[in-house]
């Protein structure tokens, strides 16, 4: 196995781990009576996660690896580590509204409104990038911040009509 198919494989470990933990935590925020807001959009957030791991499985699987762009793709699953930590049970893929709940605020929310779409963004951009595939960045990171557009301002809505109290959606 290469050293870039390694690197993959670790990379769809975590997010099909990450997805079974935004499952559980999603299912315990709606038992505690949350509510999800603008689950239509879902699918094409999960469309561009899955069809851009799908395209680095596809063309980068035997690419040599460039080290500059793994490092930063490293430090940006420690700041993934410290999001799901100061969320922890609040950690979802979906927008979730927990009615009388305050938002979020430490950690690194203290400084970006939305740091789990920072990474996430830097992070599709980074890993093609690792496998000298600057194209698929280009065009993820395009998708990418079109599924944002209509997720930050689903998230906006939702944070308004709660008065600021909702569970922090993780991408």
């Known amino acids: 196995m290469s050293f870039a198919s390694t690197i993959l494989l670790l990379v769809t470990l975590q997010r099909l781990g990450e997805l079974a933990l935004a499952r559980r935590n999603t299912s315990r ?7 999800e ?4 959009h879902y699918p094409l957030v999960v469309s561009v996660h899955a069809a851009w791991l799908i395209a680095l499985w596809i063309w980068g699987r035997d690419q040599d690896v460039g080290l500059p762009a793994l490092a930063g793709f490293i430090v940006l699953q ?3 580590l410290w999001i799901l930590a100061t ?5 979802t893929t979906r927008i979730i509204v927990l009615p ?3 938002l979020v605020a430490s950690g690194p929310y203290r400084y970006l409104a939305h740091p789990n779409y920072a990474v996430v963004a830097a992070e599709i951009a980074l890993l093609p990038l690792a496998l000298h595939l600057p194209l698929l960045a280009l065009i993820f990171t395009a998708l990418n911040a079109a599924v944002l557009v209509i997720r930050i301002r ?7 009509a709660a008065g600021g109290r909702f569970a922090r959606p993780a991408e």
């Open 29 to 35: 925020l709606l038992a505690r009576g949350a509510i």
């Open 37 to 40: 807001v603008s689950a239509s």
């Open 78 to 80: 420690g700041l993934r």
């Open 87 to 91: 969320l922890g049970p609040r950690w």
């Open 100 to 102: 009388g709940e305050p």
């Open 154 to 160: 689903a998230e906006t809505s939702a944070l308004s």
